[in-house]
Nanobody, 125 residues
Framework: QVQLVESGGGLVQAGGSLRLSCAAS????????MGWFRQAPGKEREFVAA???????TVYDSVKDRFTISINNAKNTVYLQMNSLKPEDTAVYYC???????????????????WGQGTQVTVSS
C-alpha cells in the first residue's frame, strides 16, 4: 500500500511558476515509479512526467522545456517544478505510483496503481 499526498497547487498568472510536491508513504514506496499526470475539464488524464528513486526520469515532450521532475529520497517526496506556465496548463495535477520499476518508464495512466487526491493548478492569462 502506498499513500500519496500532493500539495503546491494554486492560482498563478501566465509566465509564472509553481512547484508541486508529492509526499509518498508506505513500506514499499521505493518499489514504485512515481508519476505526475494532469486532467483538464472535459479532457482525458494525460501523462506529464515520471521518475524512479534511482533518478531515471522522463518528461512529456510538450512540457519538457518548462517542467522538471525531481525526487528527494530522504523525504520520500517527488517534485514537479513548473515554469513559464500557460493557461493551457490549467488542470488538476495528480501524483501516481506504478509498481513496474524494470521496464522503460510507462506513461499510461491505467497502469499506475496508486493515486493522490490531486491538486488544482489554474493559470490565468
Amino acid at each position: 500500500q502506498v499513500q500519496l499526498v500532493e500539495s503546491g497547487g494554486g492560482l498563478v498568472q501566465a509566465g509564472g511558476s509553481l512547484r508541486l510536491s508529492c509526499a509518498a508513504s508506505g513500506r514499499t514506496v521505493r518499489s514504485y515509479t512515481m508519476g505526475w499526470f494532469r486532467q483538464a475539464p472535459g479532457k482525458e488524464r494525460e501523462f506529464v512526467a515520471a521518475i524512479r528513486w534511482s533518478g531515471a526520469r522522463t518528461v512529456y515532450d510538450s512540457v519538457k522545456d518548462r517542467f522538471t521532475i525531481s525526487i528527494n529520497n530522504a523525504k520520500n517526496t517527488v517534485y514537479l517544478q513548473m515554469n513559464s506556465l500557460k493557461p493551457e496548463d490549467t488542470a488538476v495535477y495528480y501524483c501516481a505510483a506504478d509498481g513496474d520499476t524494470i521496464s522503460p518508464i510507462r506513461t499510461t495512466a491505467r497502469v499506475y496503481a496508486y493515486w493522490g487526491q490531486g491538486t488544482q493548478v489554474t493559470v490565468s492569462s
